[in-house]
């Protein structure tokens, strides 16, 4: 019988005052996987933030991004330390769980998401001008500065 434990196991997730704490004092980036209008209306105020959407929002419901991981892998590596946030803490589990199965090393869930990290009165960036900013398509990953 196979006892290795799943990646949803090996998930560790913080709450948005920790994440808060190692954006500032330590080498993590935030990979933020709602989409790209949730993004531009509001989010983490960190420079190198990335946004790349793990479920887009359709007409029939949210559908996986089947282009998540190579998105990520253009401009992260599997020993890049990264904190994963969504709006609630729900899309970045399994965000997490991806990032883990592919061979992540430090990777941190954000509990609560977005939303816990407004409630907390953290720094937040809203994305302003014309749709020139270079924001993501669905097969290109965003970073901001």
Sequence with gaps: MDTKPSSESQIITIDVLKA???????????LDVRTEEEFNKGHVDFSDVLNIPNMFITPEGRVKNPNFMEQVQQVCTKD???IVGCQSGVRSVYATVD??????????NMGGGFEAWVQNG????????????????????????
């Design 20 to 30: 808060d704490d190692l954006l500032r004092n330590s080498k993590y980036r935030y």
């Design 80 to 82: 890049d330390n990264l």
């Design 99 to 108: 990032l883990l199965d592919a061979g992540f090393k430090h990777v941190f």
């Design 122 to 145: 953290l720094p937040v960036a809203v994305v302003t001008g014309d749709t020139k900013t270079g924001f993501p398509s669905p097969t290109s990953p965003v970073v901001t500065n």
